[in-house]
C-alpha cells in the first residue's frame, strides 16, 4: 500500500524541479492542449505552461507567453506552436525550445549565462546568444526568420550563418539545399502590437521587489508595495472589501504539481506561486514574495468534506502540519467549493453549499486525493510538429555545431510571390551630436534622480586646436552634450526639463559636500584616433535603447582601445545596456570597478555614478544566489548610495521645474532602494 501511495505523489516530490510559462495578455479564441492525453481547452489567463503545451489561436486572435527568465513569446492569428523543450538541468541551466508548426510568432529575450535558447521552424532554426527581437513566419511550402533587433545564430541544412538585425532569411524545407537571405524586414501590422508589449513589459518598478522576471507588470497599476518592520517590503493589491487570496479562480490538476491555483486577478500570477499572502492590521491582505525563484501550485492549507473541499492561505513561514489549526484559519478565509474524488478541476464559482460550521462539515488535511492515473493517458501521442527535431548549440568554447563540414551555400532570387527586395546597405547612421532621447531603464525610475538623467557627451568631430605633444589625429576631452530628456516613463509628449549642473556628489564619507569629489576634478582626456566614432555609437544605441547593439559596440570599443582614457565611461555605459538588457548579474560586475572606486572615478557629471550605485543596488535584490563578489559590490554600491544622496539632493541642485515634493520624494526612494539591498544581503557572505 505504501508503495501505491507513493507512486500516486505528485512528480514534482520525486523530479528535478519543473518550469512552467505564464499565459498572458490574449485575445479573441486561443486554445491549449497542455499534455498530450488532454483535450484541447480553451485559455484561461495565469494557467501555468509545462513542457510540452501546445497553444493555437483562431482568426483575430493573438496571444502571450511570458518564461521565466523574462523572455516573452508571442502568437499571431491562425498560429499553432509548441513549448518544445522547457526544462531545467542539475546544473541550474535552463533549455529552452519554442518551435512554431504554423502561422506568425514573435520572440523577445535573452539566455542568462549558460542557457541554451533556440527557434525553430519547419526547416530552419536558430539560437540566440544575446538580447535579440525576432520573427517566425510559416507558411505551407516555406519558413522565414527575420531579426528585428540582435543577432542570432540561423542553422539549416544548407548553412550556419549569424543572421543580423535588418536581415530575413526564407527556407524551404522541401529543397533544403538552399536558402534565400534578404537584406531588410518587411513590415507587417503585427509588428506594432509585439513592439508595444515589448514597451509595457520592458520596466516595471516591481522588478526592484522580487527576484522572478515574469509577471511583473501586471503588479504595477493593481495594487502598491509597502515596507513593514517584520516582513519587509510587500505587495497590497487594490481589492473590495470582505476579498480573500484564492478566491477568484479555480484549482486545475497537474501530473508534476497537483492542484495548481488559476487565478482571475489579472494580476494573479507571482503572489500565488512565488510567495505566501498575509492579514496585516491597518494593512488588510499583503503578499509577501518568496526568497526563492522556486515554482509552487498555490500554498494552502487543505479542508475535506462530504463532497465539499475548502481552502485557505499558509502564513509566510508556517510549517503547518494536522497537529493544530493553520495560523490563519478562519471561516471568514476559507473558500468552499464542491469536490469529488478524480476532480481534473476544483472551481468555487457558484457554490452554494457552504457550511455554517466548517469544523464540522470537514476536517483539515494536507492534501486532497489525485485523480486515477489512467493508463490510456501513457499512451497518448501527438503528430510530430512541422518544425522537426532541433539541434541546442554547444555552451563550451570551441565546440563546433556539427563535425561534418558544411554543404555549400547557395543563395538564390525567390519567386514571387512574396518578392524578395535586394537592397544596398543602408546609409551610415547621422551624427550622434543630434540630441539624445529617454534611456528605458527596466528598473524603478525616481524622478528626483532621473526627471533630468546625466548628459551623454557629444563625441561628434569638432574642429580644435592642436595639442602639443600629440598626433593631430587625436581626440579632445568632449564638451557637454545637450540636456538628455525625461525617462520613458514620463510618457510621449512630456515636458522637458532642463536643469544646472548639479553640485558635487559626497561619495562614501570621505569628502565634504563644500569641496569636489573626484569625479568632477578636470581631468585631461583624450580619445585615440578613430576611438571618438564608436563611443558615439555607443551612445546612439543606448539613447535608442538598442541595448544588444551597444554591447557589440562596447566590445568593439573594448577590444580596439583597451587602454582608453574613457574606460570610466565605458563601464558606465556597459551598465546601462546590461541593465536594458535585464542581465543582473552582468550589471554587477560592470558596475564593480567604478562602486570600488566611488571617489576617484572620472566622470564629469556626479550623477551618472548615483545612477551606477542605484543600479547596481537594485540589480542585486533580483539575484536569487549572488556570489561573494556580487555580494561585495552591491553593500558597498548601497552603502555609497546612502553617503551620496544627502550631498546631492540639496535645495541648489533641485531643477526649477521639479517640487520639492518630487525631489524629496526621489531621495527617500534612492535611499530606500539602498537600505532594502542591505537588509536582503544582510544574511549572506
Known amino acids: ?8 505523489l505528485p512528480a514534482a516530490l520525486i523530479a528535478a524541479q519543473a518550469r512552467y510559462a505564464r499565459l498572458g495578455e490574449f485575445e479573441g479564441t486561443v486554445e491549449v492542449q497542455l499534455r498530450a492525453a488532454d483535450q484541447w481547452m480553451p485559455a484561461e489567463r495565469n494557467l501555468p505552461l509545462p513542457e510540452s503545451a501546445w497553444l493555437r489561436t483562431g482568426a483575430a486572435s493573438r496571444l502571450e507567453i511570458e518564461l521565466d527568465e523574462g523572455s516573452a513569446w508571442r502568437l499571431g492569428p491562425d498560429s499553432q506552436g509548441e513549448i518544445s523543450d522547457y526544462s531545467r538541468l542539475s546544473t541550474g541551466q535552463r533549455v529552452t525550445l519554442l518551435s512554431l508548426d504554423h502561422g506568425l510568432a514573435y520572440f523577445t529575450g535573452q539566455p542568462e549565462g549558460k542557457d541554451a535558447l533556440t527557434l525553430a521552424v519547419p526547416g530552419a532554426q536558430v539560437t540566440l546568444v544575446r538580447g535579440a527581437r525576432v520573427r517566425l513566419e510559416v507558411e505551407e511550402s516555406w519558413s522565414q526568420i527575420s ?15 549569424d543572421l543580423r538585425e535588418g536581415q530575413t532569411t526564407r527556407v524551404e524545407p522541401a529543397n533544403p539545399a538552399r536558402f534565400f537571405l534578404n537584406k531588410e524586414v518587411p513590415a507587417m501590422e503585427s509588428d506594432q502590437w509585439s513592439e508595444a508589449r515589448d514597451k509595457t513589459l520592458q520596466s516595471s518598478p516591481s522588478a526592484g521587489h522580487v527576484i522572478e522576471r515574469y509577471g511583473l507588470v501586471d503588479l504595477d497599476g493593481a495594487g502598491e508595495w509597502t515596507q513593514t518592520e517584520d516582513l519587509g517590503t510587500v505587495w497590497k493589491p487594490k481589492t473590495p472589501t470582505g476579498w480573500t487570496p484564492y478566491q477568484n479562480g479555480r484549482w486545475r490538476w497537474y501530473d508534476t504539481l497537483g492542484y495548481t491555483w488559476v487565478s482571475d486577478d489579472q494580476w494573479g500570477w507571482l503572489p500565488y506561486h512565488y510567495g505566501r499572502w498575509t492579514r496585516k492590521e491597518n494593512l488588510g491582505w499583503v503578499w509577501v514574495p518568496a526568497k526563492t525563484a522556486v515554482f509552487k501550485p498555490g500554498e494552502v492549507y487543505w479542508m475535506r468534506g462530504a463532497k465539499l473541499a475548502g481552502w485557505g492561505p499558509l502564513a509566510p513561514g508556517e510549517e503547518w502540519n494536522l497537529s493544530a ?10 473558500t468552499f467549493a464542491a469536490f469529488q474524488q478524480d476532480a481534473a478541476a476544483i472551481d468555487p464559482a457558484g457554490f452554494t453549499g457552504r457550511p455554517k460550521d466548517p469544523l464540522l462539515a470537514a476536517t483539515f488535511t ?41 554543404p555549400t551555400i547557395v543563395i538564390t532570387n525567390p519567386p514571387a510571390p512574396p ?60 564638451p557637454v552634450g545637450p540636456p538628455a530628456a525625461p525617462p520613458a ?65 562596447l566590445d568593439s570599443w573594448t577590444q580596439h582601445y583597451h587602454e582608453s582614457d574613457y574606460q570610466d565611461d565605458r563601464a558606465y555605459y556597459y551598465v546601462l545596456a546590461h541593465n536594458g538588457m535585464q542581465q543582473p548579474g552582468k550589471v554587477l560586475e560592470a558596475a564593480a570597478p567604478l562602486v570600488a572606486k566611488t571617489g576617484g572615478n ?37 552603502r555609497s548610495l546612502l553617503d551620496s544622496v544627502p550631498a546631492y539632493f540639496t535645495p541648489e ?3 526649477p521645474s521639479t517640487t520639492n515634493t518630487d525631489w524629496m520624494k526621489a531621495r527617500t526612494d534612492l535611499e530606500t532602494a539602498a537600505r532594502t539591498t542591505l537588509q536582503a544581503l544582510g544574511g549572506r557572505r
Request: proline share 15%.
Open 419 to 478: 518578392p524578395v527586395v535586394v537592397i544596398t546597405p543602408p546609409p551610415d547612421p547621422p551624427d550622434p551630436q543630434t540630441t539624445p532621447v529617454a534611456v528605458a531603464y527596466p528598473v524603478p525610475v525616481y524622478t528626483g534622480i532621473l526627471v533630468n538623467p546625466p548628459d551623454h557627451p557629444d563625441y561628434s568631430r569638432r574642429p580644435v586646436p592642436p595639442v602639443p605633444g600629440t598626433a593631430s589625429t587625436a581626440g579632445t576631452k568632449p
Open 366 to 406: 494536507l492534501a486532497l486525493p489525485s485523480p486515477a492515473l489512467l493508463a490510456s493517458r501513457l499512451d497518448a501521442t501527438r503528430p510530430e510538429l512541422r518544425a522537426g527535431s532541433t539541434r541546442v548549440m554547444p555552451v563550451l568554447d570551441g565546440v563546433t555545431f556539427q563535425s561534418a563540414p558544411a
Open 489 to 553: 516613463s514620463s510618457g510621449p509628449g512630456a515636458p522637458r526639463h532642463d536643469a544646472p549642473r548639479p553640485s558635487p556628489v559626497e561619495t562614501g564619507g570621505t569628502q565634504k559636500p563644500d569641496r569636489p569629489p573626484a569625479s568632477v576634478i578636470n581631468r585631461d582626456k583624450r580619445f585615440r584616433a578613430g576611438e571618438r566614432t564608436i563611443a558615439g555609437e555607443v551612445i546612439k544605441d543606448v539613447n535608442g535603447n538598442n541595448f544588444a547593439k551597444a554591447l557589440v559596440d
Open 1 to 8: 500500500m505504501k508503495r501505491l501511495t507513493w507512486l500516486l
Open 325 to 334: 489549526a493553520p495560523l490563519q484559519y478562519l471561516n471568514v478565509n476559507t
Open 653 to 655: 541642485n533641485r531643477p
Open 147 to 161: 531579426v528585428i533587433e540582435g543577432v542570432v545564430r540561423f542553422s539549416s541544412p544548407a548553412a550556419e550563418i
Open 602 to 638: 572620472s566622470f564629469d557629471d556626479p550623477r551618472q555614478m548615483i545612477l551606477v550605485l542605484y543600479l547596481a543596488s537594485v540589480n542585486a535584490q533580483k539575484l536569487p544566489s549572488p556570489t561573494r563578489e556580487q555580494t561585495v559590490t552591491a553593500r558597498t554600491a548601497a
